[in-house]
C-alpha cells in the first residue's frame, strides 16, 4: 500500500472572515518518485518547502510555480539527511541537516549559498531553524545534553534564547513579519504541551478549545495574525487548526489521518501534512 504523508490546504476563499463559513480546498501532492512528502513552510508566492524521500533518507525541497526542486542536490542537504522547515517572500530558506558527526545542523539557503547555523550556546548538541520572516529573523531550536528542547532567536548574527517560563521544552515553529513568534511548550515531554504566542517581550500560553490536555503546538502565524498548528482532541486523533482571534477551526484532510497544519501566508493558504492510503 502507498502512503501519501503530504497535504496542500487552500482556502477555496478568503479565510480570514472568521464570522463566515469557511470552505478550504484540500490539495494533497506528492514529489515525483516519492512515497513520503512532507510540507512544512510556505510563503507569500505559495512556494513550499519540505522533505521527502525522492532520494534514499530524506531531503529538502522546494515547489516553485509547480517546479519541483531538490536543494542542494550535490551538496550537504542532498548527501545526508535533511528538512526545509521555512521560506521567506524574498525565498530564504531555513532547516536542518545532520551531518558526518552525527548531530543536527541548521542551515540558511539564501540565494545558492548554504550557511550552517549552530547556536554558540554552552552544552548544546544540535540545532533546527524552523521559520525566517522577510526581515531575516530566523526562530529555531536547540537541544542539550539531557535532549532537553530550547528556543532562539537569530537575528543579525546574533543568537537569543526564547524559553517558556517554567517549561521543561519550548519549540518556537512560527515568525510573521512583524516578529510574533508561535510555538509550544511542555512540562513532560510524552505530551505535546500548549500552544504560545510571543510578543512585544510577552509571552502568553494557549490551548485549543476542542483540545486534549496538554495536546495543542502553534506552528505558524502570518502577518494577519493567525496561528496554524496542530492538536490531539478527546477522540485521541491529531488534528490541524486555524485560529483567527479567539475563533477556532479544526482541519482535517478528507480521507486523511493524522492531519497538522504547519505554515500559513498572507492569502491564507495553509500547508501541512497528514496520511492517504491509496
Known sequence: MKLSSSILVACVFVCYHATAQVAYDYKPFQNPGATVTRAFGLNDHAEVVGTDNTMPGRHAFLVSNGT???LDRTGV???????ARGINNPGDIVGAYFGDDGQEHGFLLRNGVLTTLDVPFEGAIGTQANDINSSGVIVGVWVDGAFTVHGFVYENGVYAHL???????????GINPQGIIVGNWDTDQSTVGHGFVFARGQIVSFDVPDAAPDGTAANGI???GQIVGGFVGVDGNSHGFLATGSSYTTLDCPGGTGTTAWSINST???AGTCNIAG
Open 163 to 173: 524559553d517558556y517560563p517554567g517549561s521543561l521544552d519550548t519549540y518556537p515553529f
Open 222 to 224: 502570518n502577518a494577519r
Open 77 to 83: 542537504l542532498g548527501t545526508h539527511n535533511s528538512v
Open 268 to 270: 491564507g493558504q495553509i
Open 68 to 70: 519541483y526542486i531538490p
